[in-house]
C-alpha cells in the first residue's frame, strides 16, 4: 500500500503582516488580488518555488508571474524597460496588466522555467499590496488554483483546491475583476498581447498603437507564452457555447451563464447584467456548477471586442477549442 501524501496545516489569516511572515520564512501563502488569487513564493527562496509547482500540479516549462509592490521594485527583476513599457506602466500599474521584460539575473531560472523574459505585475488590490511590502523581495505567483481548473476568485475557491498543501491562505473578499491579468510581452521590438484581461486591446491601443494579438500558435514554434498551451479553466461539467439565440436542449443537471435570458429548461442559471458581471462571476459558476454534479454548462459568447475578447478567451479554452 502506499504511504498517505504527506499534508500540512493550512493557516487562515486576514493579516497581510502574518501572511507576510509565513512567506519570508520560506512558505507558499495564496493571497487576493483584483484579478484572482495567487500562490506566492519569495524569489529568494527558490526552494519554496518548487513548493508551488508540486501544491498545484504545474509543469515545470511553465514560467510564474513576480509580483511587485510598487514599480520602484522593478528595475530588481526586469532589465530593458522600452518607452512602450513607460508609457503602459505609467497609465495600468499597479493594476491587472502583466508586462515581460528580458529578466534580471537575480529572478532565480525556476521562476521564469529557464527563459530569459520574465513577466510582472503590481497589483492594485490594497491586502495585495500590503502582503507584498511586508514581503522580504517580488513574489513569484500563479493562479492559486490545482493546474487545468478555474482559478479562484475568493478564498474559499483556494481552500478547495489546496487545503492542505500549502502554508497559508490570506483571507480577502471575492475577486472583482474575476479573469486573470492581461499579459503584453514588451521584451522584443515590437509589444505583443499574450493573454487578453481587464484591461482591453482598444485600451492598450489608445497608449501604444502598435500593439498587436499573439498569432495563433504554431504547434511547431515554441510557444510565445508556454502557459498558453495547457488545457486550462475547465470545469468537470461539459461547456458547450452558445451564440445570442441559439437553441439549447435543457433538462435536469443543466446549467446556463451569459448576458440574455437562459434557453428554456435549464436547471441552474446566471443572466449577468454586463460584461463586468459575466467575468466576475464565470469561474465562480464553474465551480458552483461542478459542486451541484451539473453535467453541461451552455455558456453565451459575447462579441469579440473589450472585456468579450477576455471573456470569449476563457471560454473557448473551457470547451477545449483554443
Ligand atoms: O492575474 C494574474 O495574472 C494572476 C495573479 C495571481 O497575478 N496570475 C496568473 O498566473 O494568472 P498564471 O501562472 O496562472 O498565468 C500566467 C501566465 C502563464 O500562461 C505563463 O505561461 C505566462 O503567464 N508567463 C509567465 N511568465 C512569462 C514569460 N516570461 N513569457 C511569456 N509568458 C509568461
Ligand atoms: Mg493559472
Not at 201 to 221: M, T, W, Y
Not at 226 to 250: F, M, N, R
Request: charged share 20%; aromatic share 6%.
Amino acid at each position: 500500500m502506499l504511504p498517505p501524501l504527506s499534508t500540512m496545516q493550512t493557516i487562515l489569516t486576514e493579516s497581510p503582516e502574518i501572511a507576510a511572515s509565513i512567506l519570508n520564512e520560506g512558505g507558499v501563502v495564496a493571497f487576493p488580488t483584483e484579478t484572482v488569487y495567487g500562490l506566492g513564493a519569495a524569489i529568494c527562496h527558490p526552494e519554496a518555488i518548487g513548493k508551488i509547482f508540486r501544491a498545484k500540479g504545474r509543469p515545470s516549462d511553465n514560467p510564474l508571474i513576480v509580483h511587485i509592490h510598487d514599480t520602484s521594485a522593478l528595475p530588481s527583476v526586469a532589465r530593458e524597460i522600452g518607452s512602450d513599457a513607460w508609457k503602459l506602466i505609467e497609465k495600468f500599474f499597479p493594476g491587472p496588466l502583466t508586462l515581460v521584460f528580458r529578466k534580471s539575473p537575480d529572478v532565480p531560472g525556476i521562476v521564469t522555467a529557464g527563459l530569459d523574459t520574465v513577466g510582472v505585475r503590481c497589483p492594485s488590490h490594497p491586502v495585495a499590496h500590503e502582503f507584498l511590502r511586508f514581503a522580504c523581495c517580488p513574489v513569484a505567483a500563479p493562479s492559486a488554483n490545482i493546474s487545468g481548473l478555474p482559478s479562484s476568485t475568493s478564498w474559499e475557491a483556494v481552500r478547495t483546491d489546496l487545503d492542505g498543501k500549502i502554508s497559508c491562505i490570506l483571507k480577502g473578499g471575492p475577486s472583482d475583476i474575476g479573469l486573470e491579468s492581461t499579459i503584453v510581452d514588451c521584451s522584443a521590438e515590437k509589444p505583443i498581447l499574450l493573454r487578453t484581461g481587464a484591461i482591453t486591446l482598444e485600451q492598450l491601443r489608445e497608449i501604444v498603437p502598435e500593439i498587436e494579438l499573439a498569432s495563433v500558435h504554431d504547434k511547431n514554434e515554441p510557444p510565445k507564452s508556454p502557459g498558453l498551451k495547457y488545457p486550462h479553466y475547465a470545469p468537470s461539467a461539459a461547456i458547450e457555447l452558445l451564440l445570442p439565440g441559439d437553441v439549447a436542449g435543457g433538462g435536469p443537471h443543466t446549467a446556463y451563464i451569459g448576458l440574455n435570458a437562459p434557453p428554456p429548461g435549464i436547471s441552474t442559471a446566471k443572466t449577468c447584467r454586463d460584461l463586468k458581471e459575466y467575468a466576475r462571476e464565470l469561474f465562480r459558476f464553474f465551480r458552483q456548477c461542478d459542486d451541484q454534479g451539473i453535467r453541461v454548462i451552455y455558456c453565451e459568447l459575447p462579441e469579440n471586442r473589450g472585456l468579450g475578447r477576455a471573456i470569449r478567451d476563457r471560454l473557448l479554452r473551457a470547451a477545449g477549442l483554443s
